[in-house]
C-alpha cells in the first residue's frame, strides 16, 4: 500500500484504487470559423490521445480526422504542418498518454497562409 499525506495525516490507499480513478479531460476542435466543437469527458487514466478521441465518437463524427488518425498512427515525433492534434497548442503524438484536465486540440489545415493573408487585406 501506498501512503499518502493530506493536512499532514496519513491515508493508506492501495494502487490500484490510484491508477483507476478516472481523469477528465477536454475537447476542443474548429471545424470551420463558425462551427466550434467542445467536450469534456471522463477517461481511464492511462488513456491515449488517439483511445480519447474514439471514445469522444470523434473518429466517426468526423472522418477526415479517422483517415489522417489511420495514417499517422504509429509516428512518434509530430511533423510540423502535418499534425492536427495536440495539447494545450503543444503537437503530441496519437499515442501521448492525458493527464487530469488536459486539453486536446484538434487543428484543422488552414486555407490560405496567414502572413499572404494579412499582406492582402492591407493592399
Known amino acids: 500500500m501506498d501512503e499518502l499525506v493530506n493536512n499532514?495525516?496519513?491515508?493508506q490507499m492501495p494502487l490500484q484504487t490510484l491508477a483507476s480513478k478516472p481523469i477528465t479531460?477536454?475537447?476542443?476542435?474548429?471545424?470551420?470559423?463558425?462551427?466550434q466543437?467542445?467536450?469534456?469527458?471522463e477517461v481511464a487514466n492511462g488513456t491515449t490521445i488517439y483511445e480519447a478521441l474514439a471514445q469522444a465518437g470523434w473518429l466517426t463524427?468526423?472522418?477526415?480526422?479517422?483517415v489522417w488518425?489511420?495514417?499517422?498512427?504509429?509516428?512518434?515525433?509530430?511533423?510540423?504542418?502535418?499534425?492536427?492534434?495536440g495539447i494545450y497548442a503543444q503537437k503530441q503524438p496519437l499515442s501521448y498518454q492525458l493527464q487530469a484536465l488536459d486539453?486536446?486540440?484538434v487543428y484543422?489545415?488552414?486555407?490560405?497562409?496567414?502572413?499572404?493573408?494579412?499582406?492582402?487585406?492591407?493592399?
Open 37 to 41: 466543437h467542445y467536450l469534456s469527458l
Open 8 to 11: 499532514d495525516v496519513a491515508v
Open 108 to 123: 484543422r489545415s488552414l486555407s490560405t497562409d496567414p502572413m499572404s493573408q494579412r499582406k492582402n487585406k492591407s493592399k
Open 69 to 85: 488518425c489511420e495514417q499517422v498512427a504509429a509516428a512518434i515525433t509530430p511533423a510540423a504542418k502535418l499534425w492536427h492534434v
Open 61 to 66: 463524427q468526423f472522418a477526415a480526422l479517422a
Open 25 to 35: 479531460v477536454h475537447l476542443a476542435y474548429a471545424e470551420t470559423a463558425q462551427i
Open 103 to 105: 486539453r486536446i486540440e
